[in-house]
Structure formats: structure tokens, C-alpha cells
């Protein structure tokens, strides 16, 4: 199925810190979309508690049922994040391992594509091919390129205007998010 | 240098359900430990919030220092985890995460061993190198060998009695953690 | 674009032993297709030279074209193989360079599943996330699910015969192909 | 056990190209190790045919065997590799393919160091990872830190001088190399 007409993409950003270039990034994003689609940001990864499956069977938290209708709402979801210790910082992690114990899986069939940002030059790249490993799992549509790996990051934005503000890095954002919402509507449903 | 006479490991559990398979495992390790080796359970990687690099800002949580004490104190750790989503639990993912950024980073140089178990066949293996891949960065002196990957773990133990059962994975397990004994007290310091 | 009518798989094998139980595998796939579904063996990775620039430089072995050639006249490919040291074989991957390296690369958008098998219990799989790494770069289009992991392989073939006989394993192989022929129907051109 | 006096590293090179900058960054280590340090070049890994396990029942050909012996006489092998489709090069996997079947495997208890060069910002880390992986099950002994990733070394070489040149790169091998000496003598036999 394709779909044409507005989309819409969920963000889900790995890092909880304030001021983190990674959320900055994140709501860069609605301001290099293509007409047409619009960004969201999920609830903060931070809100769920640590994955216990005794706390499953007396009901999932509304915090992750919240989260997950808003992933199936969405045409596609957007996962901005830090790299910790060479992989996905653990709330991230935790949040998609909520996610994924669901009945009607959300993330099943659904298109992603990755983003991270790290002050280093290697832009968070080793948390790429971990999270790229988890969404196999759970048959989501990863979008192979372009690949957004944002280096030196803290030399990118305007902290104080909340804004991304590195054209090239705006460059190839803007070029993901194009194939991105063009990937989201031919793997539509 | 090395160290001779009693050694003791801290044991760091990637699951939070009361009745784990890997629980088990972890309960079942000291039975199974050389002479002069002493293992202890870490606190619940459950007990420590999402890492937030505000919160660290007010200073880090009680459960994080705990954490860490006990992991600096031990002269080994034994990870032992369920695989989620093809990676590292969230939970346990996170714990990692707190700890890497303490002044005095309790796994530098620190050596580590690894276990998972899963119902399947696969044990959870594609966890394993996911963690070795965040121990590089800790500095970590991570056992390669042997390695512990239990499949098909429900037919291993006996539940109502908290122990793992199976002579052939008790005898692998027995034989790591001599190794590991053997390489905690040449890698000590 | 999807395609209607019959279509070809080209089998990329990662072992060169003349009795591998993933070549057996290999050579079994066509008896275990859906109707309208052609699936033919590539030229032996065995064939190509260690990749070099300065070859390369000199012109593109015939080997390589002719594999090239293949691959782009199928509508998808099957990558069976072992796992070598935790990883790909590097004839395998060799191969895979070879190809990446040319204009018009035949990976980019192409439909690509993964078979691995092994007489250990945990069948390769630790070699798929690596080749799924790999394709990335190269822009393939893989299967998610099902996957294919043959544990224990030398008990499901019959070496004499040349096929795979375990029942379970021909049902797996069968669900794989069943999908992957409507995933590169879907995902052609 | 330790050891005191000179020591000899060994090289295997992941690149075949003349001009491979990888090549450069290997045949400058010598002038960047610290006194008593030996550093030799392996032979070239496209020397190799491709691992076929029935050659290997005819008897391992006289340049695996070399190679092996070159292995085994060096205190630690430090791998200078380019990362090829975000992967180890099919060539190096290749070599170490055969090196990891002999009996007295060579790779067994030795010291290992990794350094990847790239004219990508990333440095061939992805190669890293993969390669710490396929040593794991070599039980080698791989040296964590410092990593040598060298982004952009196009412009890091005099390449009509056959030499790595920018200082701050130069630096961090000096670092690794003077880390990993003292981790081979420590960690030898």
C-alpha cells in the first residue's frame, strides 16, 4: 500500500538531558520537512520505568501504551539519539523493549529511520548498527540511506535559539527526511 | 599483579521478574564456584532511574553509588542477562550507563565474565557482543572464554527449588568460573 | 514497482567445501520454492581474487562482472552461508566487495535473504548481523523475517541424497522463501 | 607471565593497493614505537587463496603456514585495516580465516591491537567491532585502549614520502603503541 497525502513521523530522542544537542536536533526536525509532513515528538523515554515483566502482567504502564498508540499512529518514526558506551543509551533501549512486548507490536511494518548526534567526530555511529539489530527483531522497515551521523555536533546549533543551525548538517537532514517520507508512503500499512 | 586467596564477584542480573530463568542462574552461581570464590548479587538494575545527565548534575543517585561500590569492592563481575530485542535489556543497558560516568569508572580495568540464558536455542547470544562492544569503551577486561550461552533454559532448571538443574550447563558454568577465577586474580589491580 | 509473473532468486554461497552442509542447504532451495519462483546457484566466491584497488584499476575481473551480471538479472538474492570466526566468511565477503565496488552496483535496491547453518546450536546467526550491516551500506533491501538459522545442520541433511530432509527446518526454509518471493515482488525495481 | 627486554609486533595489513593509506599508516609504526620494539610487516593477505576446507585436507598452503609462524614468533599482531561496507575486508577476514584453523592456533593468548584508517570522518570504526568480535572466539587478547581510528587520512600522510605525517595522529598511534607494549609483555606467553 502507498499512501499520498500528510504524514506524519514520532520522534522518540534517546537522551533526557535539557539542554541535550540530540534534543535540539530533534525538534530541528519539523523545520526541515517537506511540505506535507509533519514531526512530533513522543513522551519522554525517561517516563517509563525499567522493563519488568512482572509489572507487564498486572498491566502495561499508560506511560508505554501512550507511547505506543502514538507510534501507531504515526506513518513512520524518527529515533534521535546519543551513543552510550559505544550502543543505545539504556532508557532508549528501554522504551523500545516496552514497546515491543505489546499485542499488535508497534513498530511492526513500520518505517524508521536513525539519527545521532555526538560531540565526538564519529557522530554516535556505533549506536546505529545496535538499534538497526533490535528493529530486525521487531520487523520494522529501517531506511538504509542516507544516514544521518551528526560529528562534532556541539559546533553545529545554536543552543540558546534551540536550533540546528550547521547547513550542511541541515543539508543532509533534509535529504533523509525527503527519502524518509518517501519510503513511509510506498511501505505504507 | 595478582592476587592470591579469597576472591568475590558481584553478579549484575539483566532481568527484574521475580521468577527469571536467569534470576536462577544468578542465584545458582555461588553453589557452583570454586573454592575461595564468594559471589554477590549487585542491587536491582530496576532501582536506578533513566541516566539523566541533569539528575547526575545534582549528584548521582544512592542506588548508583551503591552500585558502584559493590562493583569496585568485588574483584570480578558476572553479567548475566536475558537477550530483549536481539541486544542488552534496556534496564540493564542503563545501569552500565550510570555507572560509566562516575569518577573512579568502577569497570575500568575491572574484569567480567558473561551469561545468558533464553527458551530459545540461541541463549540470547546476540546480547554478548553487544555488551563486549560497551565494555571496550569502560576498559573492561572482559573473559572471552569460555563463553556461557544457555538455549532452551526452562528445561535447565528446577523453578520451585531456584536452581539450575542440568548437569551439562552446570559443568560449562563450573568451568567459566574457574577460568574466571583463574583471570580475576591474574588481571587484580 | 511490483512484479507479477515468475521470478528468479540467485543463490550467493558462502562455503566452498564440496560437501557443505550450507552448499546441501543451497541446492535444496529449489525443491523448497513456491511455484513461479526459478532459483539458480551464483559462480563460486571462491573464483574471485582478493580484492584489490590496482586490479581493479586494470579492469574487473571476468569473475566479478559475470557474478554482477547475475545478480542484477535477479529479482532477489539468497546469501547462504556459514559463519567463520563469529563473522562472515571472508571469501563471502570478499565477494560482496568486489561487487560493491562496481558502477551500477547490483546490491542497491535489490531484495536480499539470509540463510546461515552451522552443526553448533546457534546455526551462524552470529554471521547475519554483520552481512546485515554490510548490506546496508550497500543499500539492499532485506528480508526481516523469517529468518533462517540452521542449528545442528548435520543432523537435518542427508549428505548421500545432497538434501536437507529435517522437516521442521524444510518448513522454515519454506515460510522464508514464501515471503521473501512476495517481499521481492513487492520491492522490485 | 611477563616479559622484559625487546619485543616484536607483527603486522597484517587489510589493504592490497600500493598506495593504500592504510599501507602508509603500517609501514610508519616502526618510527613511532617505543625503544626495544620491533615492528614487521606479515605478508600480504591476497596471498591467500580463498578458505576452502578441502584445500585445507590436501595440507595448509605454504603461505598460510608462513604467516602463521610469523604470528606465532611476534609478542602481539597489531591489524591496520580499511573498513570495506562497514565491514572488515573480505581479504583480512580471509587470512584470518585460515590462521584460526590450524592446530597451535596463532591467535590464541596473543595480543592484539586494532587501528583503522579511512578518508571518511569515521575512520573504519565500523571495521573495529567486527574484528573484536572474530577475535573473541580466537581468544585473543585485545588491548581496549587507546583506539586508533584516523578519519581523513588523505590529508594525514605525505604519501610520495610513504609517510603518516600529521602530528596529532602520530600521537595517538605513539600512545597506543607505547599501551600496547607494555600490555604484550605484561600479557605474554
Known amino acids: 500500500m502507498t499512501k499520498d497525502g500528510p504524514i506524519s513521523f514520532a520522534v522518540m530522542l534517546g537522551s533526557l538531558r535539557k539542554a541535550s544537542f ?10 526541515l520537512a517537506p511540505d506535507g509532513v509533519t514531526i512530533r515528538m513522543l513522551g519522554s523515554v525517561g ?18 501504551t501512550a507511547m505506543a498508540d502514538a507510534v501507531r499512529a504515526a506513518d513512520g518514526v524518527i529515533l534521535v539519539s ?14 523500545i523493549d516496552w514497546l515491543s512486548r505489546l499485542p ?4 511492526a511494518g513500520k518505517p524508521v529511520a536513525l539519527q545521532t548526534a555526538s560531540m565526538s567526530p564519529l557522530g554516535g555511529v556505533r549506536c546505529q548498527y545496535h538499534l538497526r539489530q533490535a528493529l530486525v ?23 540558546a535559539a534551540d536550533t540546528l543551525t550547521d547547513e550542511t548538517t541541515r ?6 527526511l525527503e527519502a524518509f517520507s518517501a519510503y513511509a508512503r510506498r511501505h505504507h500499512g
Chains 1, 2, 3, 4 share one sequence.
Open 22 to 31: 540530540n534534543g535540539i536536533v530533534a525538534r530541528s526536525l519539523q523545520g
Open 47 to 64: 517516563a517509563l520505568p525499567i522493563y519488568d515483566a512482572d509489572i507487564q502482567a498486572d498491566g502495561f504502564p499508560a506511560e508505554v
Open 82 to 95: 546519543p551513543e552510550y558506551n559505544y550502543s543505545i543509551p539504556g532508557g532508549l533501549k528501554n522504551a
Open 104 to 107: 499488535n507490536q508497534p513498530f
Open 137 to 159: 527483531f521487531l520487523d520494522a522497515r529501517i531506511l538504509n540511506k542516507p544516514e544521518v551521523i551528526i560529528g562534532a555536533v556541539h559546533t553545529k546549533v545554536d543552543a
Open 171 to 176: 543539508g543532509f537532514i533534509k535529504a533523509q
